[in-house]
């Protein structure tokens, strides 16, 4: 790596005051064997690092830049709300148009309460689910990140799989005691867990479509089965959809899949690139969240009016006819051109994507599940990431996470990924 760039000298101070130099574990880029790159700005479907380098990106703020990068509206939204101020800790007309957006949006949602991360979310809409089942065991799915809350860091995806950690230290054991995770995509299992302890389950948490283990689509039967045992028994269903909600379908997963879920949380693109999560569902479940009910969950900054405008202003785009149509016609150009060039080279991948969520596994497995996930190459994945990047594509530097494309990316992008696809397969043999 060169030694001299603006890059590296903010990574030299950075690592000194926060951990591995980086906020979040995955952005520190170990697993494919650099140094982080260090953002300068972004505009559309570019960012440009702060040594002045330009890469098409396909990282997307990891889920959140469906528009890409300063969309004119989100800017305008943000711009306009600047002038009332930051934060009140009052209710605000925002949060109210922002509910009215998701509910009117989202079939199954009728209730829903802000707060300021994807994290937050999933904690909470599982508290809520405990509260309201007056039970504690909690089911998941192996390779599924649910964000870093106690109960949920088993066998979880994202930067867990990526540092190849089975869970983390500082998790007691009798928090997790609770927590089941079972095999992604695999109704026999799940079947037999409910048959032996259904009645005993508070809620089954799942990705609908999963985005931590890399992009894995769900086997539509597996979804029917965990709505119907979850019914059977009297568990609450719980779709985990802060990387898809919003970006296979304004309605989420949920709707492209036809699975209604009893609770749902959001984040990522509800947020506009800034701080946010949302959850939500049934009223009768949601109207046992405080000060309605007795289940606790509160927050300073929740539906702050930044978060909230440039949320509205992303989903207002998310609205006009044609949106996702033109999102999964370029996307498909992108899945469809590197098959094309893989068959042509000879290296062993599969490509797992659904809208405009997509993975590149260097397997000659189809990937169904964590375990074939963990059958990728990582080696040739490591020497894919660098590569791509020297030619000016700027990936998710791991295995374990989906890249995403944006209405920000032309047909000409998608096409300058696939000839650089095409110059850096044949090096990988
Ligand atoms: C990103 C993500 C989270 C966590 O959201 P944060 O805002 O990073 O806390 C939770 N669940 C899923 C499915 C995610 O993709």
Redesign the pocket.
């Known amino acids: 790596m060169k030694r001299d760039t603006k890059s590296q000298r903010l990574y030299e101070r950075a690592v000194q005051l926060i951990p591995g130099g980086v906020n ?1 574990p995955v952005r520190a880029c170990r697993s494919v064997g650099r140094n982080p790159l260090f953002i300068d700005r972004a505009q559309g479907c570019r960012v440009f690092d702060a040594d002045g380098n330009e890469f098409i990106d396909f990282v997307g703020s ?2 959140p830049m469906v528009l890409g990068h300063r969309h004119e509206a989100v800017m305008a939204a943000i711009e306009k709300v600047l002038e009332r101020g930051v934060s009140f800790g009052a209710p605000v007309d925002l949060e109210v148009d922002m509910a009215e957006m998701i509910c009117s949006g989202v079939a199954s949602v009728e209730m829903v309460r802000m707060v300021n ?6 904690m909470s809409a599982i508290r809520v689910a405990r509260g309201y089942t007056g039970r504690d065991v909690l089911v998941k799915f192996d390779g ?5 809350a106690d109960t949920l860091l088993v066998a979880a995806g ?1 930067g867990v799989a990526t540092l190849n950690i089975a869970g983390s230290p500082g998790v007691p054991e009798g928090t997790i005691r609770n927590t089941v995770s079972l095999p992604y995509n695999d109704i026999e299992a799940f079947r037999q867990f409910m048959t032996e302890k259904g009645d005993t389950v508070a809620a089954v948490i799942v ?1 609908p479509v999963a ?2 283990m890399g992009l894995v689509p769900p086997d539509p039967e597996f979804l029917n089965v965990l709505r119907k045992e979850t019914q059977a028994h009297q568990s609450l269903l719980i779709f ?5 909600g919003f970006r296979l379908a304004y309605g989420g997963a949920q709707a492209l899949y036809n699975v209604t879920p009893d609770l749902s ?1 959001f ?2 693109i509800v947020g506009g690139g800034l ?1 946010v ?1 949302a959850y939500g569902g049934k009223r009768e479940i949601m109207s046992q969240i405080a000060p309605e009910g007795p289940v606790y969950q509160a927050g300073t900054l929740s539906g702050n009016p930044l978060a909230m405008a440039a949320g509205i202003a992303t989903l207002k785009e998310l609205q006009k006819p044609g949106f996702y149509e033109a999102l999964e016609e370029k996307a498909g150009r992108l899945s469809e051109g590197i098959l094309r060039i893989a068959d042509r080279t000879g290296v062993p991948l599969s490509v797992n994507r659904v809208g405009s969520m997509m993975s590149v596994f260097f397997t000659d497995k189809v990937v169904r599940n964590f375990e074939d996930a963990k059958t990728s190459n990582l080696e040739v994945f490591e020497a894919y990431y660098n590569k791509m990047l020297e030619k000016g594509v700027y990936l998710p530097p791991s295995q374990f996470e989906a890249m995403f494309v944006s209405a920000a990316h032309e047909t000409a992008d998608i096409d300058l990924f696939l000839s650089a696809v095409e110059a850096v397969l044949p090096e990988l043999v």
Not at 240 to 244: C, G, I, L
């Open positions: 979040s990891w889920g991360s994807g994290t937050e979310a999933a599924c990140y649910h964000g870093h994202s990705e985005g931590n985990d959809e802060v990387m898809s949380c984040g990522k701080p999560g």
